[in-house]
């Protein structure tokens, strides 16, 4: 089946990366790609090389938006794809092959999300178990995350009071929404580290706290402090 992929880009002031992940974008072999750039109004240069590229790419917003999952929000009105991915700048598919090798002769009846492994710090990360999901977490990284946005339906959008968590907000979501995820043998990204929901502060661990608060009460707050446990014994 010739599934149509959106890859959507947010960027904000990020000359130095940007050009790695457009051209992991423009460089996939499958073909039925709609890509969409959004950009906060960046003032650094990096509009200046999107527009280098705009005759490739599909739809380039640049304005000022209030915060990454507004951003988000806005790329997901613009994408017309049967399958939804977020590749933001400085991240990258792992090979020129991904898409093809996840959608050229594959059907995905009835799943809402595929989802992967990253390659990340010289490792290959493979997906943790779905049920992760329940306790605050999140099963792989965002950009190895592929939502199906004709199954998830209305449920496909960003709550922006999460500064730092709405992507997990979102799957865990469609998790408990009881749509259909698959877990695909292959590496979809690599994710360089560092980005905005990897910052590590006082702020950041605050805002995790109040995501399981809002969305799980005081059994929440009991999940974050194990599977803060469980990281520190993994490592």
């Not at 304005?63 to 590749?87: C, H, R, S």
């Not at 009846?109 to 990360?125: P, Q």
Request: aromatic share 14%.
């Amino acid at each position: 089946m010739n599934y149509k992929i959106s890859i959507i880009t947010v960027c904000y002031n990020c000359v130095k990366d940007i050009t790695l992940t457009i051209e992991s974008v423009l460089n996939q072999k499958y073909s039925n790609i709609q890509y969409i750039i959004i950009d906060g109004g960046s003032t650094d240069g990096t509009i200046d090389i999107i527009n280098k590229y705009k005759d490739k790419i599909d739809i380039i917003i640049s304005e000022p938006d209030q915060g990454i999952f507004d951003a988000m929000n806005k790329g997901l009105k613009y994408a017309t794809g049967d399958w939804v991915n977020f590749m933001n700048a400085g991240d990258r598919f792992y090979d020129d092959s991904v898409l093809q090798s996840l959608f050229q002769s594959t059907s995905y009846i009835n799943i809402g999300v595929l989802y992967g492994s990253t390659f990340s710090k010289g490792t290959i990360r493979k997906p943790k178990e779905l049920g992760f999901l329940k306790y605050g977490g999140i099963m792989a990284c965002h950009q190895s995350i592929f939502y199906n946005r004709l199954i998830c339906g209305n449920e496909l959008f960003y709550k922006t009071k999460h500064k730092f968590y709405g992507d997990i907000e979102l799957t865990r979501r469609l998790y408990l929404r009881n749509i259909e995820f698959q877990k695909v043998p292959i590496v979809i990204s690599s994710f360089q580290g560092g980005g905005f929901s990897s910052q590590i502060s006082t702020s950041a661990r605050k805002a995790k706290f109040d995501y399981l608060f809002q969305n799980m009460g005081i059994m929440g707050l009991f999940y974050g402090i194990v599977g803060k446990i469980y990281d520190l014994l993994k490592k």
